[in-house]
């Protein structure tokens, strides 16, 4: 009787969890970035045991000279021993291939805060039940072996998406390169990082009632930082046993060899140990950060409309509405009327246009001017008149 009270049953806690989750399945979106030839495809397919890239046409010289970075998603449900997994690869093809790469990584980031605010949308709705989690967990960065650290695109788009990703630097194509020379590239890329104050993501410590092994295992992957790997989709039979590797004229490199590459230590901290945490960690950081711009962005615009309501209704409400109002309420007015008074020039010239049947080249590249004009003037000039006023 004395054993039978003791237990209550909330030990069966983690088993209820583990349950709905296995029934409910898990999703992850990984984003695979660097310039064309380092291998991210070929990676990809030996991380997952897949081919995401069989329909893949390669561009020629002709259309790679006038591509620019653009987003392919690829979509897979991988099932291991009864867990479902819904695994998306966002990759960059284009990324780094032009002559001047100086806008490169705006793509990159435009999908990335596009993910953000989508899911901010889904959550803020009213049916938040079957919400489908787009974010992009994990960040891929390929680095070339050819180079002496980061180059100076790497640095450009590791600071414009270190804030809003988790960034896993990757040596592409370590089998290029002798040991010395990988351990050489790393501190130097290490060293670049820690200058330009650069955050990459950071394994979480262990706690302090874990087992020694998996501490090891830990300290060992922090120590791979950066991953130097190799990639392969070819099997090759090696003393007997069949491994999956690239053949050269002196031997065969294994990818799954320790000695040759990190791929192994790669695959376990991405799938193994820390796939759960780039997922918590793109919740509870990057997310929040966006989440509070947005309500940050939110809040001063319903500011602003509730201080321009109240400005109206004094300025309706009687004769002494000028000794009424503060002189930023007065300014804020007049340029309201001036932006007013453009855009009723420009309707006017608008249908003058119309009326005249000016359908030639030229006609339609000034419709195209003042429409465009009073679109920018409907939108980015209002708001920017408005708040330098506000700011007074």
Request: proline share 3%; glycine share 6%.
């Amino acid at each position: 009787m004395s054993g039978d009270r003791d237990y209550i049953g909330f030990a069966t806690l983690p088993e209820q969890v583990h349950r709905k989750s296995v029934k409910r399945g898990f999703e992850f979106t990984l984003m695979v970035l660097g310039e064309t030839g380092l291998g991210k495809s070929t990676l990809i397919n030996s991380l997952f045991l897949g081919d995401l890239y069989k329909d893949r046409r390669i561009p020629d010289v002709a259309e790679r000279v006038a591509k620019t970075t653009s987003i392919e998603k690829k979509t897979m449900d991988i099932e291991e021993r009864g867990v479902r997994l819904r695994l998306t690869i966002v990759d960059t093809p284009g990324f780094g291939d032009a002559v001047n790469c100086e806008d490169t990584w705006k793509a990159c980031s435009a999908y990335i805060d596009e993910q953000f605010r989508q899911y901010f949308t889904d959550e803020s709705g009213l049916n938040r039940k079957n919400i489908q989690d787009n974010r992009v967990h994990c960040c891929l960065y390929f680095i070339p072996p050819y180079g002496h650290g980061l180059r100076q695109i790497d640095l450009e788009v590791l600071r414009r998406l270190h804030r809003k990703v988790n960034v896993v630097p990757v040596i592409a194509k370590a089998d290029t390169l002798t040991t010395h020379e990988v351990k050489k590239l790393k501190e130097r890329i290490l060293a670049d990082i820690e200058e330009h104050e650069i955050q990459i993501y950071q394994f979480p410590d262990c706690d302090s009632d874990e087992d020694e092994e998996f501490k090891q295992q830990d300290k060992e992957l922090k120590a791979c930082i950066p991953f130097a790997v190799v990639g392969s989709s070819t099997v090759l039979e090696v003393a007997g046993k069949k491994v999956r590797g690239r053949q050269y004229p002196w031997g065969v490199v294994e990818v799954e060899n320790p000695k040759h590459s990190d791929f192994v230590k790669l695959r376990t901290m991405l799938i193994s140990t820390h796939m759960q945490d780039l997922k918590d960690v793109t919740q509870d950081v990057h997310y929040e950060n966006f989440r509070a711009q947005c309500i940050s962005q939110i809040s001063q615009q319903a500011i602003r409309e509730r201080r321009y309501l109240r400005i109206k209704l004094k300025r309706d409400s009687g004769p002494h509405f000028e000794n009424s109002i503060s002189d930023t309420d007065r300014l804020l007015l007049q340029k309201d009327e001036e932006i007013r008074r453009m855009q009723d020039i420009l309707a006017q010239m608008q249908e003058k246009l119309k009326a005249t049947g000016q359908v030639g080249g030229g006609g339609v590249g000034l419709r195209g001017r003042v429409g465009s004009l009073g679109n920018d003037l409907d939108s980015a000039d209002v708001e920017k008149k408005r708040n330098s006023i506000i700011d007074v």
